[in-house]
């Protein structure tokens, strides 16, 4: 096994490191400023200038769509186990990925459209995309419903003539509230009358379609995470061309299969950089505090939060790594217990470093002051978001009983010594 990444990715790690460091880092307080600033003015939802004038310095620098996987329109795509240890730099700070058109969902969107979309789709979609002139949303989640099991979504999607005509509520459409959100991908039923998971299809809706409206912004948190926002969205007779459809009716399944399978990884592989980063903040914090008369470092149960942060975030790193490596290698229908097993370590990693690092802030820690409330409150979400730990686990589960099932007829082998 060896554990190094070939020269081509250590020399974009260290590239990716140095715009961290020359224009991403100083620049975190004026991000967060900036946002305030358009609040105070009465309008958060636009676009931030500091995002916007570094895109091109990253697209400059290459360091630009490198979430892409090897396909004809990107001839130089890098690998899942290639963009594993990028990704998780770009992690370290929350809104980072989008300097680099890396950001979720624009790169499961654009994957999707990518593998399931029309040569004319991808023209009017895809290429604006990857060159960070829109962006875009997912809408499966519905209030209405239990959608961690997205048989139950009830979104309506019928033929009429040469058109589908749209019917429903989503909520937790992440992404929708940017005013360069110009494309959802919806999942909806075409058919109830189908089999359990033939019923639900993906098409493609321009967010410009009349009879879209954005009802309003969900806080998580308190943080309504304006401009990018996860917003609830009415569809009310929403009509597009049978063109739009994605892969063909009652295929929306095979889609979520292919989708979720690279987003969730991507979500991982940023969890581990934050957790990084949030213990170098632990150790410098409590490096330079004194209380009761030492370095708060030098008290062991400091050293005991060390110590399982350093081996919870290697282990997270390495299991992404082997899912990486499989999706890239057997694909990621094989590769589904490791994807499910990451997608439920690297969240629950997350928070519990992220928690240690704010006590060891005190009061501070829960502040903005820090970058570790923020990305506590969005970790915590990940344990949601892209499905709920126990869907994860409960997949898990069947497949290692899977294993022990004895069919009719055959006898369980006793195991003996020596055997
Ligand atoms: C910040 C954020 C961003 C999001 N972005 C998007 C987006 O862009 N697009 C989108 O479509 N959705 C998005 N979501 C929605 C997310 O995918 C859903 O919240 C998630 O799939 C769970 O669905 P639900 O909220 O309907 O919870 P429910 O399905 O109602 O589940 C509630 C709880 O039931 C429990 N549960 C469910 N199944 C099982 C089981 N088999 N065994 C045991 N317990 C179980 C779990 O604890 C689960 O949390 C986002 C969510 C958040 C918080």
Redesign the pocket.
């Given at each position: 096994m060896d554990f190094n990444f070939t020269p081509k990715v250590q020399d974009m790690q260290a590239r990716l490191l140095a715009f961290m460091d020359q224009h991403v880092y100083p620049n975190e307080a004026r991000f967060f400023q900036e946002i305030a600033e358009n609040r105070a003015k009465g309008n958060a939802w636009i676009p931030t200038a500091i995002i916007e004038e570094l895109k091109p310095k990253a697209r400059a620098a290459g360091l630009w769509n490198l979430f892409l996987p090897h396909s004809p329109r990107a001839p130089e795509g890098l690998s899942n186990l290639e963009y594993a240890p990028l990704c998780e730099i770009m992690g370290r700070v929350p809104f980072a990925p989008e300097i680099f058109n890396c950001s979720?969902?624009d790169t499961g969107n654009m994957e999707t459209i990518a593998r399931y979309g029309s040569e004319a789709n991808k023209d009017r979609w895809l290429e604006p995309l990857l060159k960070g002139e829109i962006r875009s949303?997912?809408?499966?989640?519905?209030?209405e419903?239990?959608?961690?099991?997205?048989t139950?979504i009830q979104c309506r999607i019928e033929r009429d003539g040469d058109d589908y005509v749209l019917n429903g509520l989503?909520?937790?459409?992440?992404?929708?509230g940017d005013p360069r959100c110009a494309i959802y991908i919806v999942?909806g039923k075409t058919n109830p009358d189908a089999g359990r998971h033939e019923q639900q299809s993906m098409i493609l809706v321009p967010a410009n379609t009349p009879g879209i409206e954005v009802i309003r912004p969900?806080s998580?948190f308190g943080y309504d995470?304006a401009p990018h926002g996860?917003m609830e969205v009415r569809l009310t007779n929403v009509r597009v061309p049978v063109g739009n459809m994605l892969l063909g009716e009652g295929r929306g399944f095979e889609i979520a299969q292919g989708r979720l399978g690279p987003g969730r990884i991507h979500h991982c592989m940023r969890s581990i950089g934050i957790a990084e980063r949030a213990l170098e903040l632990m150790c410098k914090r409590l490096n330079t505090r004194v209380a009761f008369g030492k370095p708060v470092a030098r008290q062991s149960v400091w050293h005991e939060r060390i110590a399982d942060a350093r081996c919870m975030i290697d282990q997270a790193r390495l299991l992404t790594l082997k899912a990486a490596y499989m999706m890239d290698t057997v694909g990621n229908k094989v590769a589904k217990a490791e994807i499910a097993m990451i997608k439920v370590v690297a969240p629950n990693m997350a928070c519990q470093i992220i928690d240690w690092a704010i006590q060891a802030h005190g009061g501070g820690g829960v502040s903005d002051d820090f970058p570790l409330a923020y990305a506590y409150a969005?970790q915590r979400?990940?344990?949601?978001?892209?499905?709920?730990?126990?869907?994860h686990?409960?997949s898990l589960a069947k497949l290692e009983l899977a294993k022990h099932l004895t069919m009719p007829g055959e006898v369980e082998m006793p195991i003996t010594r020596g055997s």
């Open positions: 979720a969902p949303a997912f809408l499966m989640t519905e209030p419903v239990a959608s961690s099991d997205a139950n989503k909520w937790w459409s992440s992404g929708a999942m969900l998580v995470d996860h969005h979400t990940l344990r949601l978001a892209d499905g709920p730990d126990e869907v686990r409960a």
